[in-house]
T-cell receptor, first 115, second 112 residues
């Protein structure tokens, strides 16, 4: 069983640029959620995708957007990067029956640094 | 708004001792309370979870105690080992909730 994989693992961008992060969900999981983890903080929910549709969104501005593909993989796009966007971005997949149960399977994250 | 409050933020325990991390929540609609363990450079991994219909759940050296009336729950790590050194997050979610709400995290260091 393949776990959640994310790419790239590290990247550096400058303020104002755009970034795309990618995630492959665990086999058999059709729901993907994205979280932002700032240094020394707990993960904060960005949004969730289910059956290629956004299915819930946290308190993040519209410049954070996403996609889910038919194979359940997902992308997180962030436009007009700001210094405060520097964080670890975590993708998590969950089983079809778990819904909002909180049983998330995380990838190792993409560490974004904005200069 | 921090819906799940976690303490302490850091904890140092001697090998063989008991590590205790506490969390409190506000939203009474929460009905699933997982704990995640995160090692440096890794994503969080589910450690143990509890639903509010039981007051305690034990898996190996890890125990969750749950107090529904006080809206508090805690993680106890018995016989703590250096390999347990990691950051622990309590969390909460509910039926129909898309998001999981995490606490701020507790950095545990187990010293030999």
């Amino acid at each position: 069983e393949t776990g959640v994989t994310q790419s790239p693992t590290h990247l550096i961008k400058t303020r104002g640029q755009q970034v795309t992060l990618r995630c492959s969900s665990q086999s058999g999981h059709n729901t993907v959620s994205w979280y932002q983890q700032a240094l020394g903080q707990g993960p904060q929910f960005i949004f969730q995708y289910y059956r290629e549709e956004e299915n819930g969104r946290g308190n993040f501005p519209p410049r954070f957007s996403g996609l889910q593909f038919p194979n359940y993989s997902s992308e997180l796009n962030v436009n007009a990067l700001e210094l405060d966007d520097s964080a670890l971005y975590l993708c998590a997949s969950s089983r079809p029956t778990s819904g909002g149960s909180g049983e998330l399977f995380f990838g190792e994250g993409s560490r974004l640094t904005v200069l | 708004q921090q819906q799940v409050k976690q303490s302490p933020q850091s904890l140092i325990v001697q090998k063989g001792g008991i590590s205790i991390i506490n969390c409190a929540y506000e939203n009474t609609a929460f009905d699933y309370f997982p704990w995640y363990q995160q090692f440096p450079g890794k994503g969080p991994a589910l450690l143990i979870a509890i639903r509010p219909d039981v007051s305690e759940k034990k898996e190996g050296r890890f125990t969750i105690s749950f107090n529904k009336s006080a809206k508090q729950f805690s993680l106890h790590i018995m016989d703590s080992q250096p390999g347990d050194s990691a950051t622990y997050f309590c969390a909460a979610s509910g039926r129909g909730y898309q998001k999981v709400t995490f606490g701020i995290g507790t950095k545990l260091q187990v010293i030999p």
